[in-house]
């Protein structure tokens, strides 16, 4: 009997455990599967230049990834294995590349860079170039300038680590979404096998496949909220719009998604013994069908407009 | 040698006539996009924008500049993801710049060429017709900028895998005004 018990829980436990596998080891095996490119930006002299704007864009997609130099000069990229092009900019300098860096995973590439200053920007400047050097100037003396509407040449001017948290925060949010909508199809099956783990006529393999889907979705569910929860927060951003109710019912989907697990490991062992689901366990399905929803209600506040 | 006076008189004042410029303010500006998405439609407006005019030899070169950041679409997050994209934070202003003869300025309909700096990349456009309408002392004008993401090398923004629409048009209204 005590056998068979241990038996019963057992795809449950190695459900869980596998989730948690799932929950923890995500983020890391993210990581493994990139290389590391980093190095120092000075000037001549060897003086750090800080704030500078680092781009490494993959030669084969063209995609850019942006990065700011601390105060001592160095900047680190995570990246996925491929050939890179690296851009140098900061203002007052001129704009380096480096064509070619090749990123392996495990490995960490080192692409130092020295950059030379410019006086000023002379003849036809890209827009880059001109905002960068010399934001607040006009072309004539006949032309207003951005001084002459009252905007200084600090505020003109770019701020490149903002602009690499925005990325990054945008780059984390991206990722939320895919992983919130790839969620759907576990939950969705886990719903639709309840049907046949609750009732009375019930066989262990039923149960055990929505233990199995089950399992899949909280561990999908955790790698969603990761995504969420450690992607940048933007400095004086005052939450306004569907964004709201989408982070409102976090508060009800987030402890339902711990919540519906426990309910169900308990009403598993009890099915497993062959008795009736009672007690606590009872609320199984309850608390999965109201996490469900507002975890669906979730996903509909941020794709149609109310 | 009176009659000799005057005319040096005269004639020594003609630069100076010449050079007498006129200046031009924004009293009043808002600029909206509008975003097509196949699930819906949203628009961003802000009311930040600050410009001058200054006249000078029968042309008049105008400047208007709006921080990105002020576009509002009633969305926190749409808004920080627009910011993103469009490398607000790089690049914090939108620059429009454009002149036009002195004598253009008081016909009902304008057609004006705009250099307009955005993202960090400069795009011409030619001969974008605005409406114009003289209310007291202000002048207002009306029109629509048929932007469009790639003219700035803008990544399309998706939502749920699906991109917008490439057109983003800006419809402008500027009330302007004689600097005193």
């Given amino acids: 009997m005590v056998l068979d018990i241990a038996g019963a829980r057992w795809p449950c436990f190695a459900g869980i455990a596998g989730a948690f596998l799932i929950i923890i080891s995500a983020p890391s095996l993210m990581a493994q599967a990139v290389g590391e490119l980093t190095g120092t930006v000075t000037d001549p002299a060897g003086t750090p230049v800080a704030f500078a704007f680092v781009s490494a864009i993959n030669v084969e997609t063209g995609r850019a990834l942006p990065a700011a130099t601390a105060t001592d000069g160095s900047y680190r990229f995570s990246l996925p294995s491929g050939n890179y092009r690296i851009k140098f900019e900061s203002r007052g300098y001129e704009t380096l590349e480096i064509p070619a860096a090749n990123v392996t995973a495990l490995s960490t590439v080192v692409e130092n860079c020295v950059l030379a200053p410019v006086e000023r920007p002379q003849g036809n400047t890209t827009a880059e170039q001109a905002q960068k050097a010399a934001p607040s100037t006009s072309n004539k003396p006949q032309e207003p300038s951005l001084e002459d509407l009252g905007i200084t040449p600090s505020q003109a001017k770019g701020n490149a680590r903002e602009q690499a948290l925005l990325d990054r925060r945008s780059h984390m949010l991206k990722i939320h979404q895919r992983l919130g909508l790839i969620t759907i199809a576990p939950l969705g099956a886990t719903l639709i096998t309840s049907a046949f783990a609750g009732g009375r006529q019930t066989s262990r393999a039923s149960r055990d496949a929505h233990a199995a889907l089950g399992t899949a979705t909280v561990g999908m569910y955790f790698s969603t909220a990761y995504f969420a929860i450690r992607a940048p927060k933007i400095p004086g951003t005052k939450t306004r719009g569907p964004i709201r109710p989408h982070k409102t019912l976090a508060w009800i989907h987030g402890p339902g998604m711990i919540l519906t697990p426990i309910l169900g490991e308990i009403a598993f062992a009890q099915k497993s013994r062959g008795e009736r689901v009672h007690g606590i366990a009872s609320a199984h399905g309850p608390v999965a069908i109201v996490t469900a929803g507002a975890f669906g209600l979730a996903v509909v506040s941020v794709s149609v407009k109310f | ?180």
């Fill in chain 2, 1 to 180: 040698m009176l009659r000799k006076l005057l005319i040096s008189f005269w004639l020594l004042s003609l630069p100076g006539l010449a050079w007498a410029d006129s200046q031009w303010v924004l009293e009043q500006g808002t600029l909206t996009y509008h975003v097509s998405h196949p699930l819906h439609q949203f628009d961003g407006v802000s009311h930040a924008a600050k410009g001058k005019g200054i006249c000078h030899d029968g042309e008049c070169n105008f400047l208007i500049a709006v921080p990105v950041k002020s576009f509002d679409s009633g969305d926190s997050n749409r808004d920080l993801h627009m910011l993103q994209v469009t490398r607000g934070a790089q690049f914090p202003f939108v620059t429009v710049r454009t002149r036009l003869p002195e004598s253009a300025a008081t016909s009902a309909t304008i057609t004006l060429d705009l250099e307009v700096q955005f993202a960090g990349q400069t795009f011409e456009y030619k001969q974008v017709p605005f409406q114009r309408s003289v209310q007291g002392s202000e002048t207002r004008i009306t029109g629509t900028i048929p932007a469009k993401l790639t003219d700035f090398k803008i990544d399309p923004p998706t939502l749920l895998t699906m991109p917008v629409k490439n057109e983003i048009p800006v419809r402008v209204d500027l009330s302007w005004g004689p600097m005193r």
